[in-house]
């Protein structure tokens, strides 16, 4: 039996803040324009997310922004990927690589 191996899916910084944008928007049950985020990779925390709605700041961790990416994949392309799938990677910006 063959294994197809499909090709990745890379996802640009912008799409993973679009993700975050749409994902705490849904939970915050705000408009999408009332969010702001900027993602950050620093050694002793790994990847982040400072995300600001209505005057207030929280930090979202790795896997929070995975489970955002996720369901961003779902919704806007069609991929239903586990949180294995998915990979972020630092170059010149954030990129999440997702192999599902």
Known sequence: MAVINMPA???SMDEIINAVCLHVAE?????????QVELSWEE???YTAEVWVQGRSQYLVESNMVEAILRYLLSEYG???????????LDEEI??????
């Open 44 to 46: 002793d925390t790994g």
């Open 9 to 11: 899916t890379v996802l």
């Open 95 to 100: 990129t999440a690589v997702v192999n599902a």
């Open 79 to 89: 991929i239903r990927a586990y949180r294995e799938d998915v990979r972020l990677e």
């Open 27 to 35: 939970r915050k049950a705000v408009r999408v324009e009332e969010v």
